[in-house]
Structure formats: structure tokens, C-alpha cells
């Protein structure tokens, strides 16, 4: 049987197709009718890869060399657990009897067939936030660490975490924030607003620092994303001027001062105490804050409390006051930290994806689609790209009320008064009050 290149094979499917017989292709091309007859059969499956020779062995699959029980059996197992994958096949046919004494895959292997298979997950596209270098704090308030404490059940009170912030060149304790999170069991957990609250306090008294240190908590960083996109409390810090920087996950180390100052505050206030209110926990912090930065001895401080070594800590960097705030939110910053940024979304079945706290209706012909999103800053508009399409939506949230909170329209209120008895939500409201007036 002569050679045949692919272009000839291709010939052959064209001119069966156009309705020549097989002896009349081979006249017409100088082959055998063997030879048409072989390639214009082979050319009955779809698309061209089956006009292309094959070398060598046929192709059986990465299985096929094992039992073919063992390939049914983990298309079977496949097939009714989804969420299984090559780890979790490779134990199970471990640990089965069936299989025992046999040679059986390895977890490579299994890995491969699944993908062979079309049984692999796809994994969202990995995209990190932009974050700049960072350096070693050389001055008071350039950098401050932010930690809520584990929970605790406090006599009085009830279940509570605080909320510490610390300056790294310092060490001076900035503040320990009480945060009720319920009665006898935690019925909530600390909120975008709590932690405002808990940084305009320590604002107020310390000014604003360059930047906030923090770890991986879902207040700080989206961890629902492979791209995850920055937070309210991110937002609201970018345009007050504060970057906001992430240790390593699973690192607290990262954090260690603030992790050990969540055992001092224990130590100092709470083990073996009981309060009347949540106030007079907050006052008690409040107390002891001016005894540990004034009189504590700081190993690290060659033996000195943190304000007799560093007493300019007193001075701030930048004046901050809540009444001013909308003044000195700058959303340009926010604008060009977010064109550093790309996000990945799986658009639903109705063509809407989530981005931040908000929605995009991108239209229904979007639906089920893979989105890559950008942000133009020119225009504060989040650029959507499929498929070779794009469109383009005006930016949501990114006004300097939304970003300051709950507070914003209390800026404006002349007069503020609650009934009682007071929420937890209630009482961060009147803290809020007591900040923008001045009182304690």
C-alpha cells in the first residue's frame, strides 16, 4: 500500500464527500482503491486527527496495563463521590479487600486517568491582591499589627474577644478593644464595623499610621477566592492612606507581637476577674493600657516600658479626627490599587457574578461563562472579558459614605438618640457618637 501524506487524506475525504467513488478518487489520484477505501473509512470520525498515522503502540490508556476491574471500579467509586480524587481513589483501593495482593496504580497514575477521563476539577485561576515590598519598621507608627483574641467567657460580661493593636517599633500597646460577641454562647462573631470602631479609637488617640499588619481573617482578605478581591475594611484603609499588608497564612509568627500581647492583656485583666457591664471591661482595658506602656518593663526594650524608651510614640505621624474623615479619604488611591488587581468569576445561571459585597448583571447570554474582571480607573468602570467578549459596568460601592460605615450619616445628625434597652449594634453606634463629639 503506497504512503499517503495528510494533505492526500484530506483530498480523499473531499472528493467522497463531493460524491466520487472510491475507484474514481483512486483513478483521479493515482492510488489504490485499498488505499481510498482505508482513509476515506478512517476519515469517518470526527475532526482530522484520525487521518494522522500513529506510531508506535496504540495509545490504551494510563490504566491499561492494570486489571480492567480496577479501572471500573474507580470510575464506579468516581461517578458516586464526585469530590474524590486521586488521594482519596488511592486509599480506597488500598484498603479494599478486592483488590489485595495486586498490582495496583499509583497515585500519579490515578491522576492522570482522571484527567484522561474528564473526571478532573477545574481550579479557579490563581491571583494574588498587589502588595508592595515590605520593610522593617523604622519609626513610631509606621506600622501597627491588628489581632482579635480567641473568644473567652468573661464573669459579668459574657463571651468576648478583643480586638489588640500594637505599634512594631514601639511595642507601645495601642488599645485592647472588648468585643460581645453573646450571653453564654457566641451568637456572633466581630464584624467589618466592630474592627472600625476598634481603629478609629486608637486613630483618635494615636493618629493614623503608614501601614496595618495583619493575617489572613475573612475581615481582612477574602479567602472564599483564588483572586480574591479587597474587603470593605481594606477599601476604607486604602483611602484613608494605610496599606494594609498580609502575613503568610498559617504564620502568626508574622504577627508576633500582637500574638504575645493577647497573653499579656489576658493575664493583666481578665484571669480571674468578673465586670459589671461590657463598659466597665472597656474601662478596666483602657486603665491597665496606660500601666503597661507607662511602667511595664519591655525585654525587648532593653527593660524600659515602651514609652519611657520611645516617648515621640505620644506624637503622631498624621492627625486623625472621625469628623474629618470623609475630608481625608482619598478614593484616587482606591482606584489605583484596584487597577493592579484581576479577578477570576464564574458568571450564574442567570449571567450575575459577585464581586466584593456587590453584584453585576452581565446578561443572560454570560450565564455559566468563565469572566476575567479588571478595573479602569479612568473611568471607574470593572471591565468584563469572555470568550472574546467585553463589557463594561460602573464600578459599585466605591463612594467615600459606603466606605466609612456606619458612621457616615451619623457625621451628619445634629441629634442622636436610641431607645432602650440597647443592641450590641445599638451601643457601637453611641460609641461612635461619643467619638465624633469629643466625650468618653
Not at 490563581?126 to 467567657?153: F, N, T, V
Not at 470623609?326 to 464581586?355: I, P, T
Request: aromatic content about 10%; proline content about 5%; overall charge neutral.
Amino acid at each position: 500500500m503506497v504512503a499517503t501524506s495528510l494533505q492526500e487524506r484530506v483530498l480523499i475525504q473531499e472528493l467522497s464527500q463531493s460524491g466520487m467513488s472510491d475507484p474514481q478518487i483512486a483513478r483521479q489520484m493515482g492510488l489504490s482503491v485499498h488505499t481510498v477505501r482505508k482513509w476515506r473509512r478512517k476519515g469517518q470520525a470526527p475532526g482530522l486527527k484520525a487521518l494522522v498515522s500513529q506510531m508506535g503502540r496504540p495509545a490504551q490508556g494510563f490504566l491499561s496495563s492494570f486489571d480492567p476491574d480496577i479501572g471500573a471500579t474507580l470510575r464506579a467509586w468516581r461517578e458516586a463521590h464526585p469530590g474524590w480524587g486521586a488521594k482519596t481513589l488511592e486509599a480506597e483501593l488500598l484498603r479494599s479487600q478486592l483488590f489485595a495482593g495486586r498490582c495496583l496504580p499509583s497515585r500519579r497514575a490515578i491522576a492522570y486517568w482522571l484527567n484522561q477521563e474528564d473526571f478532573s476539577r477545574p481550579y479557579d485561576k490563581h491571583q494574588p491582591l498587589p502588595q508592595g515590598a515590605i520593610s522593617l519598621a523604622q519609626a513610631c507608627h509606621e506600622e501597627w499589627e491588628m489581632d482579635a483574641r480567641g473568644y473567652e467567657k468573661v464573669a459579668g460580661v459574657g463571651v468576648v474577644a478583643l480586638i489588640n493593636l500594637n505599634d512594631v517599633f514601639s511595642r507601645v500597646k495601642l488599645l485592647s478593644y472588648p468585643v460581645w460577641l453573646g450571653d453564654t454562647r457566641v451568637c456572633r462573631h466581630a464584624s467589618t464595623e466592630d474592627y472600625r470602631l476598634a481603629l478609629r479609637l486608637a486613630f483618635v488617640e494615636w493618629g493614623l499610621p503608614d501601614r496595618l499588619a495583619v493575617d489572613h481573617d475573612s475581615i481582612f482578605y477574602d479567602n472564599t477566592s483564588k483572586s480574591p478581591y479587597p474587603t470593605g475594611l481594606h477599601l476604607w484603609l486604602l483611602a484613608l492612606d494605610v496599606e494594609l499588608t498580609f502575613g503568610r497564612p498559617g504564620l502568626p509568627q508574622d504577627q508576633a507581637i500582637t500574638e504575645r500581647s493577647h497573653q499579656t492583656w489576658d493575664q493583666q485583666v481578665l484571669q480571674g476577674q468578673a465586670f459589671a457591664s461590657q463598659q466597665a471591661l472597656w474601662r478596666q482595658l483602657e486603665a491597665r493600657k496606660v500601666f503597661l506602656n507607662h511602667w511595664l518593663p519591655c525585654a525587648s526594650l532593653g527593660d524600659q516600658p515602651p514609652l519611657v524608651a520611645h516617648p515621640e510614640a505620644l506624637l503622631p505621624r498624621r492627625i486623625y479626627r472621625p469628623e474629618w474623615e470623609a475630608q481625608q479619604m482619598d478614593l484616587e488611591r482606591v482606584y489605583a490599587y484596584l487597577s493592579q488587581g484581576r479577578w477570576f468569576r464564574k458568571a450564574s445561571n442567570v449571567g450575575v457574578l459577585k464581586l466584593g459585597q456587590e453584584s453585576y448583571w452581565l446578561g443572560r447570554d454570560w450565564q455559566r461563562r468563565e469572566v476575567e474582571i479588571t478595573f479602569a480607573a479612568e473611568d471607574q468602570h470593572m471591565v468584563f472579558r469572555a470568550a472574546g467578549e467585553e463589557k463594561r459596568l460602573p464600578v459599585k460601592g466605591l463612594t467615600v459614605d459606603k466606605l466609612m460605615g456606619e458612621i457616615g450619616p451619623l457625621v451628619q445628625l445634629n441629634n442622636f438618640q436610641l431607645s432602650l434597652p440597647f443592641t450590641w449594634n445599638e451601643w457601637r453606634q453611641i460609641q461612635s457618637c461619643r467619638l465624633l463629639t469629643g466625650t468618653t
